[in-house]
Structure formats: structure tokens, C-alpha cells
């Protein structure tokens, strides 16, 4: 859900407190008050503060302090500063020092509200820039792991062509097969790339919560709704919509989300008015559709508004080919992150993951490539350093790990029921003690660990009892 702006006031004068709390009262923003410099800034250390207004004459630690603290601790938030002593010199003097803007008291309602407007537009600018931004080396840094492969190219034909249209689409692929990636590249190929994508995940959230997040409400349309909220949809407008696990959207929601598609107006809880909106959706799932409606859990005609054009993503177990290309890329990505150093996979480590079918696909491979550089302790990935489950190595390697297992289990054993005497665990194996010991070398056994005898036992006497 979203959050309401919230607005940092300070002023050690508390009727200029009072005075913006009446002029904001109706406001859709949120207010939190400090009485000096020194609370403002442990406040804003706190985090969760959008746009700061601070007096400028003020006991100890004054405004141009909050200033640089605010500046120093996350540059985007806006500041503006308020005075009673102001002149020209000093309106230039904290504007070029990063202020968002200046105004001078006595405060009036129009001039004040108007000029917090201001300030969150800018703020709701910036941040809107700056995910855009994070969106899109999102994308770039992984595009070109989608593969080479002949079924991955198909795909991304489709993709391509789709992306310079408006057509609603779901892409359909098992869990970790990359159905986020392949929505993203269509927002970024078409014409609303520079407008936000906005990801919802359907199956995560709670009717009453997904309704209310993708359409939004009025302020006092149920208990915690505080202020007005525009929800998700309104968020991606001009951009695109992506509706993630959306097979598992509650009935009631459908028939909000089917109204949208056809009408391009969704009307928020609590609202009596409607609000347009242009927004493309991009849908995705691992259900069957057409067989969620024959069970009558999902509706016809959402369906066929949804599903303009399919895009199938195949799993990774059909085109293994690109995993040489995902485990290279995954590898590097890992290397860096955690300064490992690791350089490449060895050709028998490749044939290893290229032999495993990879039931959680593309997530699967990543989240094994991760592991699997964390643990490396040299700058090549041997197959012994692959640890996949369910795998089975040849016949000897096999039988050897077996064997192994028994030894140790057998050694351990035996020994704990002797109470660690290499001599009589020898002699009840039938084996020669240094042949036995040399058994417990190999497993790396202690013998002190089964000695059933108290610590201040004289060092000579265990000493004597192997």
C-alpha cells in the first residue's frame, strides 16, 4: 500500500508549529513535528522523511545545520527554509547550499500549502527518475541472459514484436523461468519506456489489500485509510502495469480489473468519481488459464481481454544450450559482488550443470552459481565444487561415497563403544591396529573425543589407554 508523503516541521516556536498543523490539516500528506535543530536531525537519521521545513534562527543547532545534515544524509530530499529575518543575500546564500526553496514569515495558508505542493512534486520527480533509472540497469544488466538458443530467439521475436504495440499480454512459464524479465523487455522495447513499470504480485496479497493497492481509495473509505491514495494502477499510468501471478486474483478483484481493461477508468474505495487512466497491462503465471476457467475460478471474459497475445517461456530443461551463457553471466555478476575472483567453470563443471534438469529453471541455476562462488576457494569451478541434488556420479564415485560413509560410521562406532581405545576397537574390527589407525587418519576419527573418562584424568593415563 502506498505511503503518505511525510513532512518534517521544525520550529522551536510552538504557535508556528501549531499554526501549520491547522494550515495542513486536510492535507494527503503526513506531518512530524521537532522542536529544535538537534531532535530534527535524529529524527531524520530515523530515515522515512520525504521533505524537511526548518526555521532558520533557532537555539544551538539552527536550519542551515539541518540543512547540511539533510544534505550529507540523502541529497534528494527536498528543504526549504523558513524565517522571519530574511533578505535576498540569504534566500542566494542557502539556495546555492542545496536548499529546495526559502520562505519568509509571517506564514500565510495559500503561499505555504502551495509551496509544500511544489516540494513533493519535485520529490515525487525525483524519485519517480531514480526508479525508472534503477529499472532500466535492472534490464540492461540482465538482457542478455535471456539466450541464444533457437526456442529463447522465438521468444524473443514475439517479444519484440508485441512491445511496439499496446496489446495486452500473458506470459506463461513454469516458477524461475524468467516471465518478470521477459515483461520488462517488452515495457523497455516499446514507446512507454520512459514511464514507470509498476510490478504487482496478485498471489501474495489479500483481497481487500490487492484491491485497494492496484485501485486505491479515499481517505476514510475503511479504518487505516488516513489519507487518499492512488494505488497502483494510477502509478503506472502512461507506463505499464505488470500483474504477476495473476491467475490467482480473487473473483471480486476480476471484475474491477475486467471493467478497467474495458472502460480505461477504474474508480478508487470510497470515491464516487471515476478516474482515467492509460496503462498497458503485461501479465504473467505458471497456472493453466483456459483450465482455471473450466474449474470456475477464473473468468472468461478477463480472459480473453488479458490473453490478446500469449508468450510462451519454455524451461530451462529445453534449451540447455544457453546454460553455458546464464552460468557465465550468473558468475561474473557473483565474482564481483562478493570479490571472489572466480574467473570461469571448468568444461567437466559445465557438463555437470548442463546435465542437471533444473526443476526451479533459470532462479534455480542462478541461486546454485551463487552458492556455488561463495564456497570457491580457487578461481576455476571444478565439478566437485557443484553441489546439485538428487545427482548421481558414476558407479565407483557412488559405491566410494558409500563406502566412505560406512567407514566413518563403523570407526565412530566402534570406538565410542570401547570408550576410545584404538587397541581393543582394533582388535574387535580384526584389523591391525596401525591399519585401524591409519582408517581413523584417513576420516580424520579422534580417539580422545570417545574417551569415557573424566577431564581431570592425569594426561599420562589417557596417554597410555590407546
Not at 542557502?94 to 514569515?105: R, T
Not at 483456459?290 to 488479458?306: K, N, P
Amino acid at each position: 500500500m502506498t505511503i503518505p508523503i511525510r513532512i518534517l516541521v521544525v520550529d522551536d516556536d510552538p504557535d508556528t508549529r501549531s499554526l501549520i498543523e491547522v494550515f495542513c490539516k486536510n492535507e494527503p500528506y503526513a506531518l512530524i513535528f521537532a522542536a529544535n535543530g538537534k531532535e530534527a536531525i535524529e529524527t531524520i537519521r530515523m530515515g522515512n522523511t520525504n521533505i524537511v521545513i526548518t526555521d532558520i534562527r533557532m537555539p544551538e543547532v539552527g536550519g542551515e545545520a539541518v540543512l547540511t545534515e539533510v544534505r550529507r544524509y540523502n541529497p534528494q530530499i527536498p528543504v526549504i527554509l523558513m524565517t522571519s529575518y530574511g533578505s535576498i543575500e540569504d534566500a542566494v546564500h542557502f539556495l546555492k547550499a542545496g536548499a529546495y526553496d526559502y520562505i519568509a514569515k509571517p506564514l500565510t495558508r495559500d503561499t505555504f500549502c502551495h509551496r509544500i505542493n511544489l516540494a513533493i512534486e519535485s520529490f515525487e520527480m525525483t524519485m519517480k527518475i531514480s526508479q525508472l533509472q534503477s529499472d532500466l540497469k535492472r534490464y540492461t544488466d540482465r538482457e542478455h541472459v535471456v539466450g541464444n538458443s533457437l526456442p529463447m530467439r522465438k521468444v524473443m521475436e514475439k517479444t519484440e514484436a508485441v512491445a511496439q504495440t499496446d496489446a495486452s499480454v500473458v506470459v506463461y512459464g513454469e516458477s524461475g523461468t524468467g516471465k518478470e524479465l521477459i515483461a520488462r523487455s517488452i515495457h523497455y522495447s516499446s514507446r512507454r519506456a520512459q514511464q514507470p513499470f509498476v510490478p504487482v504480485n496478485c498471489g501474495s496479497l489479500p483481497e481487500t489489500l490487492l484491491e485497494s493497492e492496484l485501485f486505491g481509495y479515499k481517505r476514510g473509505a475503511f479504518t487505516d485509510a488516513h489519507a487518499d491514495t492512488p494505488g497502483l494502477v494510477v502509478e503506472a499510468n502512461k507506463g505499464t502495469l505488470f500483474l504477476d501471478e495473476v491467475g490467482e486474483i480473487n473473483p471480486k478483484v476480476q471484475v474491477k480489473l475486467l471493467r478497467f481493461l474495458q472502460d480505461k477508468e477504474i474508480k478508487p474505495l470510497g470515491s464516487t468519481k471515476t478516474i482515467r487512466v492509460d496503462v498497458r497491462i503485461v501479465s504473467a503465471t505458471n497456472r493453466d488459464l483456459r483450465a482455471a476457467i473450466e474449474e470456475g475460478v477464473f473468468r472468461e471474459d478477463l480472459y480473453y481481454r488479458l490473453n490478446i497475445v500469449p508468450i510462451l517461456i519454455p524451461p530451462l530443461r529445453e534449451h540447455k544450450e544457453d546454460i553455458h551463457l546464464l552460468a557465465d553471466h550468473f558468475l561474473r555478476k557473483f565474482s564481483k559482488e562478493f570479490e571472489k575472483g572466480v574467473k570461469a567453470l571448468s568444461p567437466l563443471a559445465l557438463q555437470k550443470l548442463v546435465g542437471h534438469d533444473w526443476p526451479g529453471n533459470i532462479r534455480e541455476l542462478e541461486n546454485k552459481i551463487q552458492q556455488t562462488v561463495v564456497m570457491a576457494t580457487s578461481d576455476v569451478i571444478q565439478p566437485e565444487d557443484i553441489d546439485l541434488p538428487g545427482e548421481l556420479d558414476t558407479f565407483k564415485q557412488e559405491k566410494r561415497k558409500i563406502v566412505s560413509q560406512f567407514e566413518h560410521s563403523y570407526l565412530t562406532n566402534l570406538l565410542s563403544l570401547h570408550d576410545g581405545n584404538i587397541s581393543r576397537a582394533a582388535r574387535a574390527a580384526g584389523m591391525d591396529r596401525k591399519n585401524f589407525w591409519q582408517l581413523m587418519k584417513k576420516h580424520k576419527v579422534d580417539a580422545q573425543a570417545y574417551h569415557d573418562k573424566p577431564e581431570e584424568e592425569p594426561e599420562k593415563t589417557q596417554r597410555f589407554r590407546v
